[in-house]
């Protein structure tokens, strides 16, 4: 009776043993990111693009599922802009010149905030794979347009002036160069407008819980009335432009 009884206790230890151990190592493989089918409801990302109206951005971006192939996403992004006709020039004929864009207006900075839908197109199979996902956003686009200021060198005078650019005034010939970024920064102008993107994903993180992805897409920012970049050139309400992005981040429950 008595070994009977110590054959059960064993068993109980040995199974509970077992059950506690595979309880921990499904816990350690979720934190690890290593389950393949469990699904992660939220995850965020930041990232680094750069796009073909000649600069760069950062982004941030809050997801949601909404089903197992369907994301909610909520992203903010800020970039410069350039028009695709500036060119850097010198003046030769002054002593010691800086460089500046004849004829550039404004010097711009964009902020959009804007929501979109994600889904699945290929899904990972395993951790080797790459996920293909597509996307759209709409938003806001709130662009800043600060002035330009420039180093003016006049007939009599000895030394340049700091003056806001005149296309009907200043000619390359009395334009000493650019004057510091920040001056007249409080002259800045808010143009408010609208966005939509669309854009394909690859996902190649090593965890499924992490992200490391690599976009590109197109983005399309319109504006109610002309953007004043450059002087000399027809100005625009809608502006095109495409860019590769690259994405760091994480999922979680």
């Not at 003046?91 to 979109?116: E, H, M």
């Not at 197109?218 to 953007?227: E, L, M, R």
Request: aromatic content about 16%.
């Amino acid at each position: 009776m008595f070994k009977t009884k110590f054959s059960f206790l064993l068993i109980f230890l040995f199974s509970f043993t077992l059950s506690a151990q595979k309880g921990e190592d499904n816990e350690t493989r979720l934190q690890k990111g290593e389950d393949l089918n469990m699904l992660y409801r939220n995850e965020r990302s930041i990232s680094l693009f750069v796009h073909t109206a000649g600069g760069i951005g950062i982004g941030y971006r809050r997801g949601y599922h909404v089903t197992a192939n369907r994301n909610r996403m909520f992203e903010v992004e800020v970039q410069n802009f350039k028009h695709p006709k500036e060119i850097k020039s010198i003046n030769a004929i002054r002593d010691n010149g800086k460089g500046f864009v004849y004829g550039k207006l404004n010097s711009f900075l964009l902020f959009r905030p804007g929501v979109g839908y994600q889904n699945v197109l290929y899904q990972k199979s395993d951790k080797k794979s790459v996920e293909i996902r597509c996307s759209y956003y709409i938003g806001a686009t709130i662009n800043f347009a600060k002035p330009i200021y420039l180093l003016i060198k006049h007939l009599n005078d000895e030394t340049p002036s700091t003056e806001r650019y005149d296309p009907e005034k200043d000619s390359l010939s009395n334009i000493y160069g650019k004057a510091d970024f920040f001056y007249g920064i409080e002259h800045t102008k808010i143009y408010p407008g609208g966005y939509a993107k669309f854009a394909l994903s690859f996902e190649y993180a090593n965890r499924y819980n992490g992200i490391k992805a690599i976009e590109t897409g197109v983005i399309a920012d319109i504006y109610p009335q002309v953007i004043p970049m450059m002087a000399y050139n027809k100005n625009q309400q809608v502006f095109v432009e495409l860019y590769l992005k690259l994405i760091w981040g994480k999922k979680w429950f």
